[in-house]
């Protein structure tokens, strides 16, 4: 599995408020055995647990994470594409690291990861308060 994790880097403020309003938007998310055993993955890979599993599509993960800086993920592939999305609960550190002067910076405790075909990819990281699991 290949991990991207670059939007860890971009400003919170986009992570907070560009991810929590289009989250909430009706996409065609649907919860399944097969999404739950798709984000196991992911979960290990961030030691964290999964809060939410939903069949999607390739564009309704680029809708989520279209205010983002970095670029759509899976670009070759056509929007109706099959795809998992997760949400992963645990501690997701921050990039970049803490300053010279020790100073650390408090952990995100959710990531929204999406899955293609086995690929993941970082799509936004968070906080719990600021990236709800929407109820299908």
């Known amino acids: 599995m290949v991990r991207r994790i670059a939007l860890l880097a971009l400003p919170l403020a986009s992570l907070a408020l560009g991810a929590c309003q289009v989250i909430g938007a009706p996409f065609s998310l649907g919860p399944s055995r097969l999404a739950a055993e798709a984000c196991a993955g992911p979960a290990r890979e961030y ?24 670029p759509a993920p899976w ?28 100073e650390g910076r408090e952990s995100f405790d959710r990531a929204i990861v999406g899955v293609v075909d086995g690929d993941l990819q970082m799509i936004v990281a968070g906080y719990r308060d600021q990236l709800p699991v929407p109820t299908p």
Do not use: E
């Not at 592939?77 to 002067?101: E, F, N, S, T, W």
């Open 47 to 70: 030691s964290g647990s999964v809060s939410g599993s939903f069949d999607t599509t390739v564009g309704a993960i680029r809708a989520v994470g279209s205010r983002s800086a970095v």
């Open 75 to 102: 670009p070759d592939l056509p929007p109706g594409h099959a795809a998992v999305l997760c949400y992963i609960d645990g501690r997701m550190g921050k990039a970049p690291p803490a300053g010279q002067d020790g």
